[in-house]
């Protein structure tokens, strides 16, 4: 006996559907109480009505279950889970089409990916002896099915015991032999496919050397007899086409073209790069299904209800969302392209993972991409994502079958080699759940190697040498000798900086990075870019609260195109891509600690600045060219005139000046000596990404557990600049005038500069992104720099220390973090014991809060909370306040922000 799921009363189960959601509510009202509806279901109604034959088949009646509804859902009651073909329904439904066109609308896709579109397992009876079977299964997903006994399911999961085993014949007409394509056109594919049983798909495929090797270049076409092909930059003198064709009965025939044509080289670039430099591998285009467009599917359950807590709002405002769309981006790729013409795919890998994957990234330059392709990094990716590296009794067991049906795995998780899985299951971390999809547990989706898979990129073209640091070019328009990153030229190094750090070794305890975690420690890279948050994971009623849902905020510190994006997209949610800019603020301000002491050189005042990266990687980190931070030090005599500036930074122009004492912390990777004669361009830094084969200064400051021979091993040491094993700080030393008595530090960060900018205006020859973007720039501020970490101190000249050579100083830092809601810290120290007040003021300067009141507090650093509260214990607004520390050294004051 097959167990039933008893059937809650209609009356329980209406108190709880949403009331806000009239399609939502008449959904559940069917899928999940469909007993109780079973004789006016519209959805069984609407498919045996188009499918008369059906009727009374199997899809409608089986021995361990009559009526069942086992066509769309995994639960043959009905309601719970939806298998691929009742998802297919699902997304086109909340896309607004009615349930009669939605059914019509996929009957020619294959939901379930078995190599039989939905009309051929639904009605053709004649070329199988099984028919009709059902839509939305097969073996692998079989052990999904409930309340059914799966015996009688399994002969009607595929067509099969046909008597059609005759191929199709195929005919290529064009290109007929001896054309010459210029890539980057697009040019007419012509062919005649014939089968008694119909041809269900045509695919085509490339091939640069005779037919030795093949590459797709197009997929899952209707048996129309010509595509526009758009011709990929893969060169050949030798080239065919060739036109697979898989009829309905499962039997694949191809023809080739009649004889060799050619694919000529691309006329421009720097370097004469193809598509095959950049080929590696993972899941390969046209390998997986499409991603489901999350505005369309994910937002339905994971959207809409608490901006606080819910995947959707925090994703639509992350960075990883606008990945594809990002101007500052797409402007990079043009340039680059110009430069090495299809380095572009090694880009658009990461950044639109569904586009590549679709294979619409055949046009390096992104002019095949769609408007699903420029949600960028997005749900149906991370959620479908494998671990590479198969482990007994933690990975899925179907991960085996997948890894085994992809043409080349990867070697390690980086530089954009994912592999997906190839039909629509999602996978997270808990495995108490039941959605209405299918569903997986897997912990990839915690595993910080998940995320190196976009976060270590190499350049392929450039192959280590005989020596740390250096890179040779093997060869061009060829496949690589290998796949180690080690092997290839760092472009970014995140995940490895962090596999080097005591954050992946040990874990740190830096609870304000932690969210939720109880313990305060934080590890991985979600630990901190995702925290833990409270809250439920959906919209469903029934939906658990967890104490450790991951915020799909994925924060990192751009605050520069969140503002710009409106200007190039007017579409887009502004309200969630401000909020995202906030918690890159308040990342950033959590980034770095500052520490300033003061000591006399040669009779005059100096202050030594030291800051402290409080993250798992350098700071900064991520993509080079443009990012940048710096010491920006103001002195100020006892008049408070201004008589010092180091790291001056001009708003109206965007120029930061380089005075001698300068410290600005960045990476300059750059042509070397041995490619500059071979380039014809300078030996130096260099904003040509894909040229650059060395580096020629990084003194960004590494992370907690640094020692110089990891890093040299991950590619990322100091360059013309040092730190000792173990040191995740900097010191700087300012020299001040004599009649210095104040001072305030700021230690700022910018998303780039404005030399990368003019460089991505004046390089771009192809369209006008560079000088949109340089406008845009212009009109949002410049991109102006955010700060990280500040503090002020009063330089006490005329108390010195017993040994007389040490000026006391008060200090008071910024609030960290900053904005914030509830709760901030502010730390100040003092020079020597006395009365010390430290109070919080409005913007009218009313006191809100004492938080010090101390006739007699200790010399030494202070470590002071507030909880956003007045004192009558109220919450106050979101705004702007002051908050000053006041000694009988004198006083200093400084603003922080709430936002509630």
């Known amino acids: 006996m097959i167990p039933l799921r008893p059937q809650p009363s209609l009356e329980s189960a209406m108190k709880n559907l949403p009331r806000s959601r009239p399609f939502l509510t008449a959904l559940l009202i069917v899928l999940v109480l469909p007993s109780l509806v079973l004789a006016r279901n519209p959805f069984r109604n609407a498919f045996f009505s188009r499918y008369p034959a059906a009727d009374g088949t199997q899809l409608k009646v089986l021995p361990s279950n009559s009526n069942h509804c086992g066509v769309c859902h995994f639960d043959f009651n009905g309601g719970g889970t939806r298998n691929p073909y009742g998802l297919s329904l699902e997304v086109r439904l909340a896309g607004g089409m009615s349930i009669a066109d939605a059914i019509a609308d996929v009957e020619f896709l294959d939901a379930d990916a078995d190599g039989f579109s939905n009309f051929v397992e639904i ?41 059609d085993t005759t191929p199709p014949v195929v005919t290529v007409l064009l290109p007929a032999g001896g054309e010459s394509w210029p890539p980057d056109t697009v040019q007419a594919v012509n062919w005649i496919a014939t089968d008694d049983s119909g041809i269900a798909r045509i695919d085509i495929f490339l091939s640069g050397d005779g037919g030795l090797s093949w590459k797709q270049v197009a997929g899952n076409l209707p048996n129309d007899g010509t595509y526009a092909q758009y011709v990929p930059d893969l060169p050949g003198t030798n080239s065919l086409i060739r036109v697979l064709a898989t009829d309905n009965a499962g039997n694949p025939g191809s023809g080739d073209s009649p004889s060799a044509f050619t694919v000529e080289s691309l006329v421009g670039g720097i370097v004469p790069t193809t598509l095959r430099d950049f080929e590696m591998p993972g899941t390969q285009p046209f390998e997986s299904n499409e991603l489901e467009d999350p505005s369309a599917v994910c937002i339905a359950c994971h959207g809409n209800y608490d901006p606080a807590a819910e995947a959707y709002h925090n994703w639509q405002g992350s960075m990883m969302g606008q990945a594809m769309r990002d101007p500052l981006y797409r402007a990079t790729v043009v340039v680059a392209e110009e430069a090495a013409p299809s380095s572009g795919d090694l880009c658009i890998r990461c950044h639109s993972p569904g586009g590549w994957q679709g294979g619409r990234s055949l046009d390096t330059g992104m002019g095949l991409l769609n408007d699903v392709d420029f949600q960028g990094v997005q749900c149906d990716f991370c959620h479908r994502m494998v671990n590479p590296h198969y482990v007994e009794g933690v990975s899925p067991a179907i991960d085996l079958q997948i890894l085994a049906g992809i043409a080349a795995p990867p070697t ?27 569903w997986l547990q897997s912990d990839f989706t915690l595993s910080a190697n998940l995320c190196a898979t976009c976060h270590d990129v190499s350049n392929p073209v450039f192959l ?15 496949v690589r000798p290998d796949d180690d990153k080690r092997n290839m030229f760092p472009v970014e190094r995140t995940f490895s900086e962090w596999s080097a750090s005591e954050y992946a070794a040990t874990g740190v305890y830096q609870p304000q990075f ?10 991985t890279c979600q630990d901190c870019h995702m925290r833990d948050v409270t809250g439920v994971g959906a919209n469903i009623p029934g939906t658990p609260t967890r104490s450790d849902l991951a ?5 990192g510190g751009n605050t520069f195109v ?21 918690r890159a603020l308040v990342m950033l301000s959590l980034a770095a600690t500052m520490e300033l002491s003061v000591s006399p050189v040669d009779g005059r005042p100096a202050v030594v600045v030291r800051l402290t990266n409080e993250t798992g990687h350098k700071l900064p980190s991520g993509y080079p060219e443009g990012r940048r931070a710096w010491i920006n030090l103001k002195a100020f005599d006892a008049s408070d005139a201004l008589v010092y500036e180091s790291g001056a930074y001009d708003l109206s122009t965007g120029v930061l000046t380089h005075d001698d004492d300068a410290k600005i912390y960045l990476i300059e990777p750059g042509i070397s000596t041995r490619l500059s004669p071979i380039l014809g361009l300078p030996a130096e830094p260099s904003f040509f990404f894909p040229l650059n084969d060395t580096v020629y200064f990084d003194n960004r400051i590494p992370p907690r ?8 091993e991950i590619q990322s040491p100091p360059v013309g600049y040092a730190y000792a094993d173990g040191q995740y700080w900097d010191d700087t030393q300012y020299v001040l005038p004599l009649s210095a008595r104040r001072v305030e530090v700021t230690y700022f960060y910018q998303s780039t500069k404005k030399e990368y900018i003019e460089f991505l205006r004046d390089e771009n020859h192809t369209n006008n992104l560079g000088q949109e973007l340089y406008d845009a720039w212009v009109a949002h501020g410049r991109g102006a720099p955010v700060a990280m970490a500040q503090q002020s101190a009063l330089l006490d000249v005329s108390d010195v220390a017993e040994d007389g050579g040490v000026p006391r100083a008060l200090t008071l830092a910024q609030n960290y973090p ?12 003092l020079p020597q014991p006395g009365p010390a007040r430290l109070r919080i003021y409005d913007t009218r300067g009313r006191l809100v809060r004492k938080l010090v009141d101390e006739p007699a507090l200790a010399a030494g650093s202070h470590h002071i909370r507030w909880d956003g509260r007045d004192d009558m214990g109220h919450d106050v607004s979101s705004g702007v306040y002051h908050y000053t520390v006041k000694t009988d050294a004198g006083s200093l004051q400084r603003k922080m922000t709430l936002l509630r």
């Open 464 to 478: 280590a040498g005989d020596a740390p640091g250096k890179y040779e070019v093997d060869a061009l328009d060829a």
């Open 123 to 163: 009605t053709d009876t004649v070329s199988w002896s099984n028919t009709p079977t059902f839509p939305g299964l097969k073996t692998s997903n079989l052990g999904s099915v409930v309340n059914v006994d799966p015996a009688d399911l399994t002969p009607y999961l595929t067509p099969s015991g046909g008597s």
């Open 562 to 582: 969140p503002d710009i994006l409106p200007d190039f997209y007017p579409e887009l949610d502004v309200v969630a891509l401000q909020a995202g800019k906030q």
């Open 551 to 555: 915020l799909h905020d994925l924060t």
């Open 818 to 829: 900053n904005p914030f809601n509830p709760q901030t810290w502010i730390d100040f120290s």
């Open 514 to 523: 932690a969210g939720d975690k109880p313990d305060g420690m934080v590890s």
């Open 412 to 438: 390690e998780p980086a530089n954009g080699q994912f592999v997906t899985d190839p039909d629509p299951v999602r996978r997270g971390p808990y495995s108490d759940v039941n959605p209405s999809h299918q």
């Open 705 to 712: 557990g640094f020692t110089n021979a990891a890093f040299t």
